[in-house]
């Protein structure tokens, strides 16, 4: 061992899903949105000029802030960007778990969120969810630190009610809850009204799924002024200049277009519902889904198995070899195309395996 190794921090990544360089492979293991940015992105990007490169982009990111603050009915004190969720995220957890106590998450979510806790040193625990991968209130009214959880979860797919996040921040009155809403879009209902209620909830987004922009890196989360507050007061110790100016422009322009993020948000919700329906009839079972994937094992091929055979046809999905899970695979929704090759493919592995 070099001597300078002794004072290298020790980490164990979060591992994101492949991100393979064939453009022929069908893409359905990162939750990415099969549909183009909004058309006003592009044309900026055709047009864009690179004189503003030389300057340094708006630490403040005011532009984008107000944009989102007014889409959502808030005063722009209340919003902080960042370089995706997963910034926002990380500067939350630096801002708002610096306590003694436990933070607490479920067993089965995002995996970043360790990642984040044992970077940072926060204590934490992870909840297990109930036998069929419904997270229980009841299960969150112990003394902690801090919680956050994704709404609808992920890679559960389930959406979880307004009254189960309402329930969570009236019994925990002095720990910041974060609900991470990256897939709401897709149908559920935002906690955002319990903004005017509670000021210890944070609510995250991101631009990375309904809005067709994860190469981007924007995200955002939502709060009440002092929290955002704090949250600018970390990210200002650590990079002033997060987003770039393209990205805070592209921005803009995505969230101008509701009408278009709307319509691609429905083709996407009902691309899913028809999903889980052909794949029932291929025999797979899994969650209601209020995201832009399904979650979903088969009756009787083990999910490790379909993975590889799905890999060999050039079907890229989610797997995790982990315990209650090991058998599910988490499919991203892609285009109706995609999907008909994805369910070609499934129906050849089943019947291989048949004969
Ligand atoms: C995708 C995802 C994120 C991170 O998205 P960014 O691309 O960093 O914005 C955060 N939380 C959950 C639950 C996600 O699925």
């Known amino acids: 061992m070099k001597e300078w190794m002794k004072n290298v921090r020790n980490v164990t ?15 359905l293991n990162t939750n990415e949105n099969p549909y183009p940015p909004a058309p006003a992105v592009r044309e900026l990007l055709n047009g864009f000029d690179t004189d503003i490169l030389r300057k340094y982009p ?17 005063s722009s004190d209340r919003v902080f960007c960042g370089v995706g969720s997963d910034d926002v995220i990380s500067v939350a957890f630096l801002t708002f778990f610096a306590g003694k106590k ?9 995996a970043f969120y360790p990642v984040w806790a044992q970077l940072y040193g926060i204590p934490y625990e992870e909840i297990p969810l109930k036998e069929d991968f419904r997270i229980d209130a009841a299960d969150y009214r112990r003394e902690n630190g801090g919680i956050i959880i994704p709404n609808p979860n992920a890679p559960t797919s389930i959406l979880e009610g307004i009254e189960f996040v309402e329930d969570i921040l009236k019994h925990n009155p002095s720990s910041m809850v974060m609900i991470d809403e990256a897939y709401i879009d897709f149908g559920g209902k935002s906690v955002l009204p319990l903004l005017e209620k509670y000021d210890n909830l944070l609510v995250i987004r991101t631009f990375s799924k309904s809005r067709s922009m994860a190469g981007m890196r924007i995200g955002y989360c939502m709060g009440c002024k002092e929290a955002i507050a704090a949250m600018n007061s970390i990210k200002a110790s650590i990079n002033s200049y997060t987003l ?26 009902k691309t899913r519902d028809e999903a889980l329906k052909t794949l029932a009839g291929l025999g797979f079972t899994g969650p209601e889904s209020a995201a832009n994937f ?28 982990k315990p209650r899970i090991a058998d599910y695979l988490r499919i ?10 994805l369910y070609e493919a499934l129906n050849d592995i089943i019947q291989s395996e048949r004969k």
């Open 332 to 341: 991203t929704i892609g285009s109706d195309e995609e999907m008909k090759r």
């Open 294 to 321: 399904v979650f979903v094992k088969h009756e009787s091929l083990p999910g490790d198995y379909i993975f590889e055979e799905l890999k060999k046809r050039r079907i890229f999905v989610r797997h995790w070899n």
């Open 102 to 110: 436990k933070v607490l998450f479920p067993d089965v979510t995002y």
């Open 13 to 27: 990544p979060y591992v994101a899903g492949e991100q393979p360089a064939d453009k022929n492979i069908i893409k």
């Open 244 to 269: 770039s100016q393209i990205a805070i422009s592209a921005g803009v322009l995505s969230v101008k277009d509701d009408a278009y993020f709307k319509e691609q948000c429905g083709r996407i919700v």
């Open 58 to 74: 708006d630490p403040d990111i005011k532009d984008l802030c107000a944009e989102l603050a007014a889409y959502h009915g808030l």
